[in-house]
């Protein structure tokens, strides 16, 4: 058949050639998953230690939380162990989802660069021995310009010591970090790396504060978001934003209904971090703001 009559028979009408019909019916898309965790920043005004942070989020019901480093890290001068945190985790069972640190893996200089990975290395080893499987990888280090090319090879060795210590990085970006704030370059860099178990860390406030917007969502692979933090803007000037301003999901303007569609669409398993600074909420009961903050999330999911 030349082409000429190729093209006049696909032409002819679709019950001859059905041929996008039946390529939609043979995929399957898997279906999205939602657990629900609390940042402990979302309590840091109260100042409370670990295990009470704990105490709370399973009090207020969450399936998980995430941790900082520097808790961590403060859990263990009191003299306790790694053993006994992840048998507070186990006994509220709660599942502690990722953790935020701050280790300079980006870094153009070498030895700075250096100096993270390793950093990030020993933090990894402790996550794995209270069970947290994923670490935040913000750009820490980087100046502008970013190569992008060069961020991605950097964050590819980044994940093969995620795989050698099982605790997996969640490549993150700030609205407000002038090198690393848009989606895109976030996009970028994970596909530089070139690897399967490459994994983005979006933040609402952040795609907002860095102009990326949320159409960009849309363009992800379900299973390259595991954990998405949650939270909502106001009407102040973009730029003028800092992280204090942000505000329960549902009040301030953000699309939350569009951004819980798309997160619902896009399928693979999901993990809403309440992720949140601000000083009023800093200023009540702790069990209060907890126990809102998920309410507030499950309203959309």
Sequence with gaps: MNRRNLLKTITLGTTALPIFPAFASTTKKQKTTIQFSLNTSTLRGQKLDLPKIIEVAAKAGYDGIELWISELEAYLQTGKSLASLKKLFTDANLIPVNAIGFAPWMA????????????????????????????????????????????????????AIGRKTGVMPQLEFWGAFEPFHQ??????????????????????????????????????????????????????????????????????????????????????????????????????????????????????F
């Design 183 to 300: 989606l895109g370059q976030a996009l970028a860099t994970a596909a530089a790396a070139n690897d399967p178990d490459a994994r983005l860390l979006p933040d609402v406030y952040h795609l907002f504060r860095g102009g990326s917007g949320f159409e960009g969502l849309k363009l992800i692979n379900g299973n390259a978001i595991e954990v998405f933090h949650m939270n909502d803007f106001t009407a102040k000037p973009r730029l003028e934003q800092k992280d204090s301003d942000r505000v329960y999901p549902g009040d301030g303007i953000g699309p939350m209904k569009e951004i819980a569609a798309t997160l619902k669409a896009m399928g693979g398993d999901k993990i809403l971090s309440l992720e949140l600074f601000n000083e009023t909420y800093w200023a009540q009961d702790a069990q209060e703001v907890a126990n809102t903050g998920l309410k507030k999330m499950k309203q959309f």
């Design 108 to 159: 153009q200089d070498v030895a700075k660069s250096n100096a993270g990975f390793e950093q990030m290395e020993k933090e990894m080893g402790m996550l794995a021995e209270i069970g947290c499987t994923r670490v935040a990888a913000p750009a820490i280090g980087a100046t502008d310009p970013i190569d992008l090319l060069a961020a991605g090879e950097q964050y590819a060795k980044l994940i």
